[in-house]
């Protein structure tokens, strides 16, 4: 008994036999390591020959040894073991004597010698007993080994080593070992020196045996858990007999039931126990006979929401009603001598400043595009803050001394007008970045502002390591805040050469993630590659310790794009959190509300967005946006008269301040402005402005049409509009016939055609136009509104939705011909992609 409980013990998988078997296919796979060193230092022997015969003398003596550790030689002998077992199953006999003998050396009289010396005897090729009789040994030819196969079945076909190496491959990955076993015969009987055959087949032989450990000890352990379960139970419940249980299972107390149609009385021994109610019923009951303290539930529940509604009531009357603890206006800064590259230092140094100090909540910045709106502007400097609402303003200037550069600035109160400080410092290239962070502290001194531990440690951040990437990274963003001058393109290079003088510079990584997917917007079909290459940007800032608005920006976009609206909503949200100064992720987060359907989010982001950055036309057009959207397709049919004007007039307003902002006869004014317009009922004022914009560029097929049904909304004669139609279709022919695959050009060629009643000439230019452009945002945006006008709206809104997940657009989806959609069930629903 003792050495049945010895073995038992040892089959147990311990840890440390556990960590031995570990260790031990560590040793093997080392083992084939250096049998492959070995193959390839003895290429240089005949391929094919044939092993030398075996000597009958005995064996040399080996010499003594070398002294070595215990340690050491014990290793040594389990590697010399392992190596052993390997060559004499991969039949390499020479290489089994060879190890056999060193082995010898390290444990002489070791009775395992005798047992391998056999092994190796078994594995000796055995010539056919006729042959050996009959030829001598020295002269015995060379007979070839064939192995026999199984007879093919019919119409059989028979697979290739390869194959049959990759199909015991899967099944043993997917633990059929069985038939791993087979295919591993079946490619022995072929090739018996196939080397990954052989390897598979020790794999598959180990896997099995931990399987059988495995099997093992679960069975040891249940039968330790059954043992320790009769432990328990002192007194065992007598078995039933197979006639006392019902099909179930459950032992009862009376006779098998009797065949329907007999009824048998009742035995003597009680009545029959009653059945067990329904598990429901049972619940129920014990649920009801728990007191559960509702005083004190509902007690806690009030305290909850009561500190809920006064963290929320907080929260906006920090963000709504009180406003910051001061708001800053960095003018555009001046520059001596007219020194362009100068110019472009300044701009970049100007508008990281804004970034750096947008960090601290309890300064409002305004925004870039308003402060550098500012340039021609002849007003003073206080006036033009108190414009834009602002408590305080820097003025300052740039000039060059030598390779120095020199900054001079005075920060200022626009009450009292008087200086808070006075400032003169100047640095190399290289040491901009660490001068603006020493600049940005002593501007918050100067307006007694300390900011936490988050801010206070995202300005104290590192920037460029060398000059000519600092000065790169400028220009790049000059570019960017100059597009009517420099092309995407252009920024992006810049970045990239940045790049190229320091890779850690986040700085340059996270403005080209911006570029990117601002170039990703920008074109009508959308690439992949783009958003790929922004992602990567952005990460690598973030990598880099770059935890700043623009990067969680970038990363929202990204998201939105791929349309994951709640993930996107999360990084708009953490940009905003990081920095509400910034006025790009206000907007950005305001349109991902609108698309979550949360509008009053959606409304108040965006008019942050324009306390922010009051002087851009983008936040203007951002809440109008909003409004339109909310008035034009959330107020449908529930006191639609008065909601519905409501927030269009709200829109209207906001769309006139960014047209004033704007250049005369822009693009957007005879698109969103006009389209509000005619749904106001305000036709002759939509008309002029697309009249206006029209005399600018006279031959636009796009705004041809867009007169045309203001026009036709207004009620003009049939004979007007239809002839503004007509000069919209000569000019989209006299575009395709300068651009013949010009996809855009056929999609309005179908709109023009469908107002124009022909539906099967519009069926065949989008047809044409959706072969040109299938990718194309705005072909598919057209085709849907084309639908629409043909009352097509199945059609319309899947049409509608294709485009939606191809690059979602608001200001697409408030086109004037989507307006038959409006009180469709499940437009909103599609153009917010069913959240």
């Known amino acids: 008994m003792a050495s049945d409980d010895k073995s038992t013990e040892q089959d147990k998988p311990t840890p440390k036999n556990l960590l031995e078997e570990i260790r031990r296919r560590a040793e093997e796979a080392e083992l084939r390591r250096i049998e492959d060193d070995e193959k390839v230092t003895g290429a240089t022997e005949t391929p094919g020959a044939p092993p030398p015969p075996l000597s009958e003398e005995p064996p040399p003596v080996a010499e003594p040894a070398p002294v070595m550790s215990k340690a050491v030689r014990e290793q040594k002998i389990l590697v010399l073991r392992?190596?052993?077992?390997?060559?004499?199953?991969?039949?390499?006999?020479?290489?089994?004597?060879?190890?056999?003998?060193?082995?010898?050396?390290?444990?002489?009289?070791?009775?395992?010698?005798?047992?391998?010396?056999?092994?190796?005897?078994?594995?000796?090729?055995?010539?056919?007993?006729?042959?050996?009789?009959?030829?001598?040994?020295?002269?015995?030819?060379?007979?070839?080994?064939?192995?026999?196969?199984?007879?093919?079945?019919?119409?059989?076909?028979?697979?290739?080593?390869?194959?049959?190496?990759?199909?015991?491959?899967?099944?043993?990955?997917?633990?059929?070992?069985?038939?791993?076993?087979?295919?591993?015969?079946?490619?022995?009987?072929?090739?018996?020196?196939?080397?990954?055959?052989?390897?598979?087949?020790?794999?598959?032989?180990?896997?099995?045996?931990?399987?059988?450990?495995?099997?093992?000890?679960?069975?040891?352990?249940?039968?330790?858990?059954?043992?320790?379960?009769?432990?328990?139970?002192?007194?065992?419940?007598?078995?039933?007999?197979?006639?006392?249980?019902?099909?179930?299972?459950?032992?009862?107390?009376?006779?098998?039931?009797?065949?329907?149609?007999?009824?048998?009385?009742?035995?003597?021994?009680?009545?029959?126990?009653?059945?067990?109610?329904?598990?429901?019923?049972?619940?129920?009951?014990?649920?009801?006979?728990?007191?559960?303290?509702?005083?004190?539930?509902?007690?806690?529940?009030?305290?909850?929401?009561?500190?809920?509604?006064?963290?929320?009531?907080?929260?906006?009357?920090?963000?709504?009603?009180?406003?910051?603890?001061?708001?800053?206006?960095?003018?555009?800064?001046?520059?001596?001598?007219?020194?362009?590259?100068?110019?472009?230092?300044?701009?970049?140094?100007?508008?990281?400043?804004?970034?750096?100090?947008?960090?601290?909540?309890?300064?409002?910045?305004?925004?870039?595009?308003?402060?550098?709106?500012?340039?021609?502007?002849?007003?003073?400097?206080?006036?033009?803050?108190?414009?834009?609402?602002?408590?305080?303003?820097?003025?300052?200037?740039?000039?060059?001394?030598?390779?120095?550069?020199?900054?001079?600035?005075?920060?200022?109160?626009?009450?009292?007008?008087?200086?808070?400080?006075?400032?003169?410092?100047?640095?190399?290239?290289?040491?901009?970045?660490?001068?603006?962070?020493?600049?940005?502290?002593?501007?918050?001194?100067?307006?007694?502002?300390?900011?936490?531990?988050?801010?206070?440690?995202?300005?104290?951040?590192?920037?460029?390591?060398?000059?000519?990437?600092?000065?790169?990274?400028?220009?790049?963003?000059?570019?960017?805040?100059?597009?009517?001058?420099?092309?995407?393109?252009?920024?992006?290079?810049?970045?990239?050469?940045?790049?190229?003088?320091?890779?850690?510079?986040?700085?340059?990584?996270?403005?080209?993630?911006?570029?990117?997917?601002?170039e990703y917007e920008s074109e009508e079909e959308p690439n992949g590659a783009l958003l790929n290459q922004a992602l990567s940007s952005v990460q690598r800032a973030i990598g880099l310790g770059w935890r700043v608005p623009e990067t969680f920006r970038v990363w929202g976009m990204i998201e939105m794009f791929r349309l994951e609206f709640a993930k996107a909503l999360e990084r708009f949200d953490d940009a905003t959190r990081v920095a509400p100064s910034d006025a790009e992720s206000q907007r950005r987060l305001a349109c991902a509300y609108v698309v979550n359907r949360n509008y009053e989010a959606a409304e108040a982001a965006a008019e942050r967005s324009v306390s922010v950055d009051p002087g851009n036309p983008s936040s203007h057009i951002t809440l109008g946006i909003v409004r339109q959207f909310i008035g034009q397709y959330v107020h449908v049919g529930v006191n639609e008269g008065k909601e519905s004007r409501d927030y269009l007039n709200g829109a209207l307003q906001s769309y006139e301040r960014a047209v004033r902002l704007m250049p005369p006869g822009s693009a957007f004014a005879s698109e969103l402005y006009a389209n509000v317009l005619a749904s106001l009922q305000k036709h002759d004022r939509a008309m002029d402005i697309v009249n206006d914009r029209l005399a600018r560029v006279r031959e636009s097929y796009a705004d041809l049409y867009r007169l045309a049904r203001v026009q036709q909304s207004a009620g003009v004669m049939k004979e007007e509009w239809q002839s503004t139609l007509v000069r919209a279709r000569e000019a989209v022919q006299a575009q395709l016939s300068a651009v013949p695959g010009d996809a855009l050009a056929y999609s309005f060629l179908a709109l023009i055609s469908t107002r124009l009643g022909e539906f099967k000439e519009a069926q065949a230019a989008s047809k044409q136009a959706l072969s040109l452009g299938p990718r194309n945002v705005d072909v598919l945006y057209n085709t849907a509104r084309m639908y629409t006008l043909q009352l097509d709206r199945t059609k319309a809104l899947e049409t509608l939705k294709r485009a939606l997940e191809r690059r979602y657009s608001l200001a697409q989806i408030l086109d004037l011909d989507f307006y038959n959609l409006r009180s469709e069930a499940g437009f909103l629903r599609t153009v917010t992609l069913g959240r």
């Open 82 to 518: 392992e190596r052993l077992n390997v060559a004499i199953s991969r039949r390499r006999l020479d290489k089994a004597r060879s190890l056999l003998a060193d082995l010898g050396v390290l444990v002489p009289g070791d009775p395992g010698l005798v047992e391998f010396e056999k092994r190796i005897a078994r594995a000796e090729p055995k010539a056919p007993a006729a042959e050996v009789s009959a030829v001598p040994p020295a002269e015995a030819p060379k007979v070839e080994r064939k192995v026999p196969r199984a007879p093919k079945k019919p119409g059989a076909v028979e697979k290739s080593v390869p194959e049959l190496l990759e199909e015991a491959h899967e099944q043993y990955q997917q633990e059929k070992y069985e038939k791993a076993k087979k295919c591993v015969q079946t490619v022995l009987a072929q090739d018996p020196e196939n080397e990954d055959a052989l390897r598979l087949g020790e794999q598959i032989e180990k896997a099995e045996q931990i399987v059988e450990l495995v099997k093992k000890e679960e069975a040891r352990r249940k039968e330790a858990e059954a043992a320790e379960f009769g432990e328990v139970i002192a007194t065992p419940v007598p078995a039933a007999a197979a006639d006392d249980k019902d099909p179930w299972g459950t032992q009862t107390k009376g006779p098998p039931p009797a065949e329907p149609g007999l009824d048998l009385p009742p035995e003597e021994a009680g009545p029959v126990a009653p059945p067990k109610p329904p598990v429901m019923a049972r619940i129920l009951e014990k649920a009801s006979s728990v007191a559960i303290p509702w005083k004190p539930i509902v007690a806690v529940l009030v305290v909850a929401a009561a500190a809920v509604a006064g963290y929320l009531g907080v929260n906006y009357i920090k963000n709504k009603v009180s406003p910051p603890h001061a708001s800053l206006l960095i003018l555009p800064p001046v520059t001596a001598g007219g020194d362009s590259a100068l110019a472009y230092t300044a701009d970049g140094f100007a508008e990281d400043l804004m970034s750096d100090l947008g960090l601290v909540p309890e300064l409002r910045v305004i925004g870039a595009v308003s402060a550098f709106s500012l340039r021609r502007s002849s007003s003073s400097g206080v006036t033009m803050a108190r414009n834009f609402e602002a408590s305080h303003y820097l003025q300052w200037n740039f000039s060059r001394v030598g390779d120095w550069v020199v900054i001079s600035s005075t920060l200022y109160d626009t009450l009292s007008g008087k200086s808070l400080m006075v400032n003169r410092q100047q640095s190399s290239l290289r040491e901009l970045p660490a001068a603006r962070q020493e600049f940005a502290a002593r501007v918050l001194a100067g307006l007694k502002l300390v900011p936490d531990n988050e801010p206070a440690m995202l300005l104290r951040r590192v920037g460029a390591g060398n000059a000519p990437a600092y000065d790169a990274y400028l220009h790049g963003r000059h570019a960017l805040a100059h597009p009517a001058e420099h092309s995407l393109s252009e920024a992006i290079g810049l970045f990239t050469a940045a790049i190229r003088a320091d890779s850690t510079f986040p700085q340059a990584h996270s403005a080209l993630g911006w570029a990117t997917i601002l």
